[in-house]
């Protein structure tokens, strides 16, 4: 089984910066893909980026001006940087990662952090 941590979620203020981070973790595993989703209460979960394994992205096109993705292949870490942040950034934001698991396809989610606009 392959588990994704996230961290770095917390208070922002509006026209900030905060970065996420998600690192999975497990066993005879391999990541072709992470991305970012988030998802308000009420609403479903949207998109925010996504990066395959060759560094090919994929970005909300409402998103993409504020926000960059990246990764690290050694560590099976994603992050998202966020900036110039909204009050409508206030999410929960959650870590998606497709997996090749014993050989098998899958993929995963990390629990959510919480984004929260500090005004």
């Known amino acids: 089984q392959v588990q994704l941590v996230e961290s770095g979620g917390g208070l922002v203020q509006p026209g900030g910066s905060l970065t996420l981070s998600c690192k999975a973790s497990?066993?005879?595993?391999?990541?072709?893909?992470m991305g970012w989703h988030r998802q308000a209460p009420g609403k479903q979960r949207e998109l925010v980026a996504v990066?395959?394994?060759?560094?090919?992205?994929n970005y909300s096109d409402s998103l993409k001006d504020r926000f960059a993705i990246s990764r690290d292949l050694a560590s099976d870490t994603v992050y998202l940087r966020m900036n110039s942040l909204k009050p409508g950034d206030s999410d929960v934001y959650y870590c998606q990662a497709g997996l090749i698991v014993g050989g098998r396809p899958g993929d995963s989610w990390g629990q959510g952090t919480q984004v929260t606009d500090s005004t």
């Open positions: 497990g066993s005879n595993f391999l990541v072709y893909e």
């Open positions: 990066i395959s394994r060759n560094g090919a992205t």
